[in-house]
């Protein structure tokens, strides 16, 4: 990673609040191209919140967003092409029940993307092959495991050609057998150099294949470092209280 590289993604001074309550308090953040963050902290300190602001599925309370220096909530952003830009894969899979797996994979492409029929399906093949899925290309979510619907949830994400890749827990609506593949197919993702942010309450994924964790905590991002750093010298209190609970 290139240090004098601009960051792709850069958050500064972000804010989120529901009524009274603050979720988000202020939260600075860049992110550098081929990097893969893992986002690690108790559920409710704001780790899902930010991954939807950063895709203005949320629209932030206060502060910045910048997505290659440019600000994502000025009025010349189309959110469509921004949203293909930075993909967002789900918990909850958010696939079409009423679609194969082929056509969750086509269709975004020929709608944002204006891609044909034929070059969708193509770019879509490609990558269901990559997420292992390939015989499945003609079922319906109704007929796949869980696992199985978060490897198409992903071969959809990369369908899009993203420059930035969130994941929002994606491991933990499955069964625990099923965790293991999905993460095999965003480890092989990282090693090929995609841009990822991922929020994930795996600690051995974070560990193996993060470039950087960031620990959060009742809204803010309390500390941020390598692997070694977060997992094997933890500065703040609040970080070693929380490891010494899940590891």
């Known amino acids: 990673m290139n240090e004098n590289n601009k960051p792709i993604?850069?958050?500064?001074?972000?804010?989120?609040s529901f009524g009274d309550h603050?979720?988000?308090?202020?939260?600075?953040?860049?992110?550098?191209?081929?990097?893969?963050?893992?986002?690690?902290?108790?559920?409710?300190?704001?780790?899902?919140?930010?991954?939807?602001?950063?895709?203005?599925?949320?629209?932030?309370?206060?502060?910045?967003i910048f997505y290659?220096?440019?600000d994502i909530q000025g009025k010349d952003i189309k959110l469509t092409s921004y949203r293909s830009k930075v993909e967002m894969v789900f918990q909850q899979f958010n696939l079409f029940n009423n679609m194969t797996a082929l056509d969750n994979c086509v269709k975004p492409q020929m709608i944002v993307l204006k891609r044909t029929r034929d070059e969708a399906e193509k770019i879509a093949r490609e990558y269901i092959e990559k997420v292992?899925?390939?015989?499945?290309?003609?079922?319906?979510?109704?007929?796949?495991?869980g696992g199985q619907k978060q490897r198409i949830a992903i071969a959809r994400a990369l369908s899009?050609?993203?420059?930035?890749?969130?994941?929002d827990e994606p491991t933990s609506a499955l069964d625990p057998e099923m965790v293991g593949e999905v993460l095999e197919v965003m480890q092989g993702l990282a090693k090929a150099g995609y841009t990822m942010i991922v929020v994930t309450h795996e600690m051995?994924?974070?560990?193996?294949?993060?470039?950087?964790?960031?620990?959060?905590?009742?809204?803010?991002?309390?500390?941020?470092?390598?692997?070694?750093?977060?997992?094997?010298?933890?500065k703040q209190e609040r970080t070693r209280a929380f490891l010494s609970k899940v590891l």
């Not at 993604?9 to 989120?16: D, G, T, V, Y």
């Not at 860049?30 to 409710?44: N, P």
């Not at 292992?132 to 495991?145: D, R």
Request: aromatic fraction near 6%; proline fraction near 5%.
């Open 22 to 64: 603050d979720v988000l308090r202020d939260i600075n953040l860049s992110v550098h191209r081929g990097e893969v963050i893992s986002v690690i902290g108790s559920s409710g300190s704001g780790k899902s919140t930010m991954l939807r602001c950063i895709n203005l599925l949320e629209t932030p309370t206060g502060g910045s």
């Open 132 to 145: 292992g899925m390939s015989a499945y290309v003609n079922a319906k979510p109704a007929q796949l495991s």
């Open 9 to 16: 993604i850069e958050l500064s001074h972000l804010k989120k």
């Open 204 to 234: 051995g994924f974070a560990r193996e294949v993060s470039d950087r964790v960031i620990f959060m905590d009742g809204g803010y991002i309390v500390e941020e470092g390598t692997p070694e750093e977060i997992f094997g010298n933890p």
């Open 160 to 167: 899009m050609n993203p420059d930035v890749i969130l994941f």
């Open 68 to 70: 290659e220096g440019q």
